[in-house]
Each structure stands twice: as C-alpha cells, then as structure tokens.
C-alpha cells in the first residue's frame, strides 16, 4: 500500500496533470481569476479526498481495534468498484452543495471515480491485486499482473495482452478525468466561466 501522499500526488499530478498544467499556464500569463483558482483548489480537494476513500477505514481500525487493517468495511471490501459508489455519490453532493446545478455534479462524481479508481490501480501495481468486481467476483484480480514478468515465461501474445490492458486502464481513468474536467473549463488552457 503506498502512503497517502502518494495517492493523492498519483491524483493531481498524474490524473488530473491537465488541471494543473492549465492552471499553471495561464497564471503565469495572467489569466487566472480568484474564481478559477478556487474553482481548481475544489475540485482536486474533492478528487483527493476520493482518492484516499480505499483507506478511509484505517481511521475507525486504528482507533477502535488498535490495527491498520483498512481492506473490509464490514462485508464489503474498501478496494472494489461497489465502495466506490461512496466516492460518486461524496463527489455528487459535494459538487451539487457548490455549484447548485445537476450536471455540474454529476461531472465532479465521474472525477471522483477516476480519483478512487486511481487509487486501486495504485494499490493493484504494489500489491498484486483488487476486489475490483466484488460481489460478482470475490478474489483479488490484478490489472498489472504481468508486468514484472518477461515475454519469454509467458509468450509474445499473452505479455503484449497484459500490457495493452494494463495501460488501457490507466488511460481509461485519464480519459474520465479530462472529460469531468473539460466540463469545468480545465482544458490545455483554462476557459474562465462567464
């Protein structure tokens, strides 16, 4: 499990990089309003705290148990897609108590989808897997799992599959969030809202 800064850095400046560099640019140009930057400050504020919500449990275990176990809620483990409907649903309200229209919050919950699920896929390369499909499937699948392995143990076809799945993934959940962001007017420049 990587430590939470390293979630949250993997989020902002790997996920949601198109935000920062927007941003970046255009306040060294000068375009840059308070409102855009607080604009920025919210949504990655959201998106990182979905990004620790696999972990969030590791509160409740310290205090209550004296562990760090941080894998079950109950029944259900934190490390799959069905927990991450908390996260939507955290992202939904958060952007509907802001913003006051449904669309813009549907799009904040699609950003912290990408979020939580970048969180897991951390999660999968350091520790060889996730309850990704709990309940349909209740053992750990790893997106990642074959790539420490070379192509000779496990032929040319089966190593190039891993790989494009693997980093398929990775450009799904980057896609997600471009798309949750351009809606925000975080592009390669930043369109200041009218």
């Known amino acids: 499990m990587p430590y939470p ?26 375009e840059l309003s308070l409102k855009g930057s607080t ?23 310290l205090l209550v148990n004296g562990n760090m176990e941080h894998c079950w809620a109950g029944p259900i483990p934190t490390h799959s897609l069905l927990f991450s409907l908390l996260a939507v649903l955290f992202g939904i309200v958060s952007g509907y108590a802001k913003y006051r229209e449904t669309g813009r919050a549907m799009y904040l919950g699609l950003l912290a989808e990408a979020a939580f699920v970048s969180h897991l896929l951390l ?13 349909l499937y209740e053992k750990k699948i790893s997106v990642f799992s074959m790539m420490d392995i070379g192509f000779r143990g496990t032929g040319i076809f089966d190593y190039l599959m891993a790989s494009f799945v693997s980093v398929f993934f990775v450009c799904s959940i980057i896609m997600m969030a471009l798309f949750a962001l351009s809606k925000y007017g975080f592009e390669l420049n930043y369109k200041d809202e009218k």
């Open 5 to 30: 800064v390293v979630h949250v850095l993997f989020f902002v400046f790997c996920i949601s990089a198109v935000a920062v560099f927007a941003a970046g640019r255009s306040f060294f140009r000068g």
């Open 123 to 135: 999660d999968d390369i350091s520790e060889g897997g996730c309850e990704y499909l709990y309940p």
């Open 39 to 61: 604009n920025l400050i919210f949504l990655l504020s959201v998106g990182s705290i979905c990004s620790l919500f696999p972990d969030i449990v590791v509160i409740h275990s």
